[in-house]
């Protein structure tokens, strides 16, 4: 299994609080995604990084930012949680930006926002 | 845009019966293709990937999918479910873009064995 974890792993948290979501790789991948998935829409993806300091928008990005300070790390921030954003969240890795290749998940955090 | 259809969001198949899971999708490049399962509780796990080398793909577990440009469909099979194969899955399509820009999901499909 690709070393991926994610922190943490369950949350529950409230509206309108800041809350970040950490996902931490020790592939030394250069390719990192955020994606949430609810159930009818399959995954989708948030923010990307294709490199330290290089990120990306996705197709669900409002309400969401990310960093990436270290190649091992990719930070996913809340500013305001809202009801909206109680999904599961799941990182993946991916080691080249060819279209061929397969990305790897993490096990994913399940956020909850009342 | 790319996007994908799985059609069936639950399937149900007899213990030892043929699976067959459909995937159509749209593109507008040659498409490179991927199938993955989702246990409970659990993240996704590549099955098997189609990369323009071969239209029929080999995956683990014993599943496969067969690429047909005419029909733009992936449909993944299994010859006989296994009790294990209970799980969800889902079709993804790679963006013109390059991989770095992300994959599109299908909703997935809920496979359900009976015994």
């Known amino acids: 299994d690709a070393g991926i974890t994610q922190s943490p792993r369950h949350k529950v948290t409230e509206t309108g609080t800041p809350v970040t979501l950490r996902c931490h790789q020790t592939e030394n991948h250069r390719y990192m995604y955020w994606y949430r998935q609810d159930p009818g829409h399959g995954l989708r993806l948030i923010h990307y990084s294709y490199g330290v300091k290089d990120t990306d928008k996705g197709e669900v990005s409002d309400g969401y930012s990310v960093s990436r300070s270290k190649t091992e790390d990719f930070l996913l921030t809340l500013e305001s949680a809202t009801s909206s954003q109680t999904s599961v969240y799941f990182c993946?890795?991916?080691?080249?930006?060819?279209?061929?290749?397969?990305?790897?998940f993490g096990p994913g955090t399940r956020l909850t926002v009342l | 845009a790319q996007s994908v259809t799985q059609l069936g969001s639950h399937v149900s198949v007899s213990e030892g019966a043929l699976v067959l899971l459909r995937c159509n999708y749209s593109?507008?490049?040659?498409?490179?293709l991927f199938w993955y399962v989702q246990y409970p509780n659990q993240g996704l796990q590549l099955l098997l990937k189609?990369?323009?080398?071969?239209?029929l793909v080999k995956g683990i577990n014993g599943f496969e999918a067969e690429f047909k440009k005419s029909e733009t469909s992936f449909h993944l099979t299994k010859p006989s479910a296994h009790m294990s194969d209970a799980a969800e899955y889902f079709c993804?399509?790679?963006?013109?873009?390059?991989?770095?820009?992300?994959?599109?999901f299908g909703k997935g499909t809920h496979l359900i064995i009976q015994p």
């Open positions: 993804a399509v790679s963006d013109p873009g390059g991989g770095a820009d992300g994959l599109t």
């Open positions: 993946a890795i991916s080691g080249s930006g060819r279209r061929d290749n397969e990305q790897f």
């Open positions: 593109s507008s490049v040659p498409p490179y």
């Open positions: 189609y990369t323009s080398a071969a239209t």
